[in-house]
């Protein structure tokens, strides 16, 4: 019975043994493989690299990302990421400005979608935020267990599998400039889609699902952005970005009162306006680019649009001696 009982211990340990290992190589590969690809990570890295020669730094969600291009205006960098919440943006912007760096302007989109709480489980990459994060402030968010964020940290690939887009959709996976980056998938799009005014709406429908005021949350979170960016002296630059007429059209047939709602969050504004240096500059974009060659889909511009758009907003910041 002895002799039976330390061969199923020496089992057990090779088993763990051969276990451990092999979660160690695949955690390795996923890794070098995955995470190491994964496109807001490489935009992290390239900004700690050039943070040196970067002065405007472009930060938001995806119509800055798609919009903002670094090419056209000097010293930028566009560290804006698709579906990213005024939350996380805060964040982020906490932990690079904690970096030595030359910044002078911060560029963030000023749009009623990022005050409507509709994007799901913003913080599935927990390997990544856990950079800027620590577990409690995990957990509070994401409502996860210390030991959940504790595997999902150390063993991302017991995640959702967000990241393996870049085995499974290579062709989105392309170089970056100064952070801005647009799939060949997106190049080829030249104009809107069959029934765009319908599009619009059913768009509309999902950016403001449930919506009846601005949340309160991201109200808080883009209070944060205004004082921070107070405190460290800096000009903030708040944009509305060009959307389609379609677009606009669609917030009436929702019901949604964009004057009301902006005049809410001007009065915000307002609070951390220092008028005599005129620290914060709203600049509205929104019908700027009125034809629909220039849009990707309903509120994305394309890569012609995109340029047309940061060559205005170059000359504006130059105009307004903010560059």
């Known amino acids: 019975m002895r002799e039976e009982k330390i061969i199923f211990f020496k089992r057990m340990i090779l088993f763990l043994i051969i276990f451990s290992i092999l979660v160690s190589i695949l955690g390795y590969v996923y890794d070098i493989f995955i995470i190491q690809k994964d496109s807001r990570l490489l935009k992290e890295l390239a900004f700690e690299r050039e943070i040196e020669s970067i002065k405007i730094l472009a930060i938001g969600d995806s119509h ?37 760096n030359n910044l002078s302007i911060i560029v963030l989109n000023y749009e009623l979608t990022s005050f409507s709480d509709y994007r799901s489980n913003p913080y599935a990459e927990v390997s990544f935020w856990k950079r800027h994060m620590n577990y409690k402030q995990l957990k509070e968010v994401t409502g996860l267990s210390y030991t959940n964020l504790f595997l999902y940290d150390n063993f991302p690939f017991l995640g959702n599998g967000l990241q393996l887009n870049v085995i499974f959709h290579p062709e989105e996976q392309i170089k970056m400039y100064r952070g801005w980056s647009m799939s060949d998938k997106q190049l080829r799009n030249f104009g809107l889609s069959d029934d765009p005014s319908l599009q619009a709406v059913r768009r509309l429908k999902k950016q403001f699902k449930n ?58 504004i307002s609070e951390y306006n220092n008028t005599q240096v005129n620290n914060i500059v709203v600049l509205d974009y929104q019908k700027y680019i009125y034809e629909d060659k220039y849009f990707e889909d309903q509120d994305h511009l394309n890569i012609w649009g995109a340029a047309n758009f940061s060559r205005m907003l170059s000359n504006e910041l130059e105009r307004l001696n903010v560059r």
């Open 211 to 268: 919506f009846e005021e601005l949340n309160p949350k991201l109200i808080n979170a883009f209070k944060d952005i205004l004082e921070l960016t107070n405190k460290k002296n800096l000009t903030l630059v708040l944009v509305k970005y060009p959307v389609s007429k379609h677009y606009l059209q669609g917030f009436k047939d929702i019901s949604i009162d964009l004057d009301e709602n902006y005049k809410i969050l001007n009065r915000i």
């Open 64 to 100: 800055p990302a798609r919009a903002f291009i670094p090419y056209y205006i000097n010293n930028s960098y566009n560290f804006a990421t698709p579906g990213e919440t005024l939350e996380q943006t805060y964040i982020l912007l906490k932990s690079m400005l904690s970096k030595q």
